[in-house]
């Protein structure tokens, strides 16, 4: 080890057997002792660390791979060398350009990336980051305590359309985004990035959405606890977020051949500015001329569709 290297081994916790690095400490350690210009590669160092720890504990075939703004630790053979990093850095410069002044990638080192093969382990892995009680299923989470990073569950789904969801959500975790807002634009970005599972969106599903809103109201879905539940809401809500950001994308696109770029400043600025705290109501009539139960009624139809704020 250099001698100049910021030893992070004693610096651990164990739980459900697995280190979980005390980042708080950490953080004390590195501020007074790493210059502001050395500090990303110093925390991408301390990241190896983590990973090397994290790996050796989960299994002899866990190994880091590495990219220009990655670090993946996975199992090999059930993830091949270069499967997901070449992916990765395609989606953080999509990102990047395709929401200006929005997405940012804001981790004080390289991204990780954690891909766990089984459901135990990775729910084991993720057991100290939620309460106790039921929760929905998931095949990926951008955990946004301590070192933010994203654990992919690689035995559910398609892991490439995960990690492109993923990594929306890491470009987005700088604002305070009503979870229905950033739920609806990481399904875009999977769904356009990876061109699997588009949304197909007929009269069926209309209806469908239709009758559960109006007997459930629209509280859970703009305030997000319908994200998270272990029910017909989850899958109700994911498909609604994506299918208000759909429309909102196409009513401010630019327009008169590009030339007019007012409706796309417009809704750059809402999300900017979207804040969970009213579930984007006061961004939405400021920048997007209109109130919630209109943005929802686009798709529901004539009706009360607001929030209980």
């Not at 929005?102 to 954690?114: E, L, S």
């Not at 804040?275 to 920048?287: P, V």
């Amino acid at each position: 080890m250099p001698a100049d290297r910021l030893d992070i081994s004693d610096s651990f916790t164990w739980e459900e057997d697995l280190p979980r690095p005390q980042w708080d400490l950490i953080r004390t350690w590195v501020e007074p002792q790493v210059e502001p210009d050395d500090r990303a590669a110093a925390w991408t160092d301390i990241a190896r660390q983590w990973l090397e720890k994290l790996g050796g504990a989960l299994g002899r075939d866990f190994r880091i791979d590495e990219s220009d703004h990655f670090l993946l630790l996975a199992a090999h053979p059930e993830l091949p060398p270069g499967a997901l990093l070449p992916l990765a850095e395609r989606c953080r410069k999509t990102l990047l350009t395709a929401l200006p002044g929005v997405t940012a990638f804001r981790v004080p080192g390289k991204q990780v990336v954690v891909g766990l093969a089984t459901p135990e382990l990775y729910y084991t892995y993720l057991s100290v980051y939620y309460p106790e009680g039921h929760h929905g299923g998931s095949a990926g989470v951008h955990v946004r305590e301590g070192y933010r990073h994203i654990a992919l569950h690689l035995g559910q789904g398609v892991p490439e359309s995960t990690l492109a969801h993923e990594l929306t959500h890491a470009s987005l975790a700088h604002l305070t985004l009503p979870q229905w807002v950033e739920e609806g634009l990481a399904q875009m970005f999977e769904h356009d990035m990876t061109g699997r599972a588009q949304l197909l969106v007929d009269a069926e599903m209309a209806r469908e959405h239709k009758r559960y809103w109006k007997k459930h109201g629209m509280d859970a879905f703009w305030r997000g606890e319908g994200f998270t539940r272990a029910d017909k809401a989850q899958r109700l809500s994911y498909q609604l977020a994506e299918i208000l950001l759909r429309l909102l994308c196409t009513d401010h696109r630019p327009r008169w051949f590009g030339l007019d770029k007012e409706p796309q400043r417009q809704f750059l600025a809402f999300l900017r500015e979207a804040d969970d705290s009213d579930c984007g109501e006061s961004a939405a009539r400021e920048h997007l001329r209109r109130g919630l139960s209109d943005v929802a009624g686009q798709f529901l139809g004539p009706g009360d569709w607001s929030p209980g704020l």
